[in-house]
């Protein structure tokens, strides 16, 4: 099975901090994903790296950057948390050229709270 | 980006019971999914359903697309409280993005 892990459940910061989520995945996907989810918004896409030091931005990538030095591992990072980016942060994995296509495969999320 | 609307926002419904939820989306795609959502959780994919179906089977659950209309229905029967999550559409775009509708709560009852 597929498995994407992320480095944090539970995160609380304080306002100005610089805030690091890390994302792993184990099946040696091309893509990955990072979302944020709140309330009535579903979730929106922030950065997505369709390969190794690839990015791209998503829709909302203001206030945040990426970082893919391996293929395994895509990191989010918050330069300088606000209390608005307090949310829901999802990672996600899927591959172009194995398994079901376009098929995004999901970490549990980390609960970022920014004071 | 073409997000999609789901309709309705939050179902109630008793175990046994068949639960009905809508997507609409507004250009074209080339597949569109289902996932689910238990609370507090990452999503999990149910179905894929190409551009060129117009039905699909998986277990308890159904997915109709209309391209015409751009819209789909994913139909869950024989509900049981274990179906009780969020259920959100998906419409796929270039590299493999997502663009994710606002998702359906859905309460079954047991």
């Known amino acids: 099975d597929v498995k994407v892990t992320q480095s944090s459940r539970y995160l609380v910061k304080r306002t100005g901090e610089k805030v690091f989520l890390e994302c792993v995945q184990d099946m040696d996907h091309e893509n990955m994903f990072w979302y944020r989810q709140d309330p009535g918004l579903g979730l929106r896409l922030i950065y997505f790296s369709y390969d190794v030091k690839m990015k791209e931005k998503g829709d909302i990538p203001e206030g945040y950057s990426v970082s893919r030095e391996k293929k395994e591992r895509f990191s989010l990072i918050l330069e300088s948390a606000s209390t608005n980016q307090t949310s829901m942060y999802l990672c996600?994995?899927?591959?172009?050229?194995?398994?079901?296509?376009?098929?995004?495969?999901f970490g549990p999320g980390t609960r970022l709270t920014v004071l | 980006s073409q997000q999609g609307e789901e309709d309705p926002q939050a179902l109630s419904i008793q175990e046994g019971e068949n639960a009905t939820m809508n997507c609409s989306y507004k250009?074209?795609?080339?597949?569109l999914q289902w996932y689910r959502q238990n609370s507090g959780r990452g999503l999990v994919h149910l179905i894929l359903?190409?551009?060129?179906?117009r039905e699909k089977h998986s277990g308890r659950l159904r997915v109709t697309l209309d391209t015409s209309k751009k819209s789909s229905s994913l139909l869950i029967t024989a509900s049981r409280a274990a179906d009780t999550a969020s259920y959100f559409c998906a419409m796929r775009g270039s590299y493999g993005k997502l663009t994710f509708g606002q998702g359906t709560i859905l309460t079954v009852h047991p």
């Open positions: 250009t074209s795609i080339n597949n």
């Open positions: 359903i190409r551009s060129n179906e």
């Open positions: 996600a994995s899927s591959s172009r050229l194995a398994g079901p296509p376009d098929t995004q495969y």
